[in-house]
Nanobody, 115 residues
Framework: QVHIMESGGGLVQPGGSLRLSCAAP????????LSWYRQAPGKQRELIAF???????HYKESVKGRFTISKNNAENTVHLQMNNLKVEDTAVYYC?????????WGQGTQVTVSS
């Protein structure tokens, strides 16, 4: 059983920042594409950012310039730094690790942006 664990969600005002973290086993962290998804109430889960094992990064257009995905190789952790948060960023955020054969999900962490 592969355990992926997110942390760092919470309540923040519009314009504020949060940093999400996702810890994965070393074998997963080194070889898989690591992604952050989110799912807002009544909406489909959407991909917002990913980083490949070769450190290539991709962002959903609506978060470019505000969100940054990064890997901490020493701690086998992938982070999502979220700045200038907007009400529409409110969602459950999920970490995902995927390769050609396997697909693992964390349990999700709630991010609420509200004044």
């Amino acid at each position: 059983q592969v355990h992926i664990m997110e942390s760092g969600g919470g309540l923040v005002q519009p314009g504020g920042s949060l940093r999400l973290s996702c810890a994965a086993p070393e074998s997963i962290f080194a070889m898989y594409t690591l992604s952050w998804y989110r799912q807002a109430p009544g909406k489909q889960r959407e991909l917002i950012a990913f980083v490949t094992r070769l450190d290539k990064k991709h962002y959903k257009e609506s978060v470019k310039g505000r969100f940054t995905i990064s890997k901490n190789n020493a701690e086998n952790t992938v982070h999502l730094q979220m700045n200038n948060l907007k009400v529409e960023d409110t969602a459950v955020y999920y970490c995902n690790a995927r390769d050609e054969s396997n697909d693992y999900w964390g349990q999700g962490t709630q991010v609420t942006v509200s004044s």
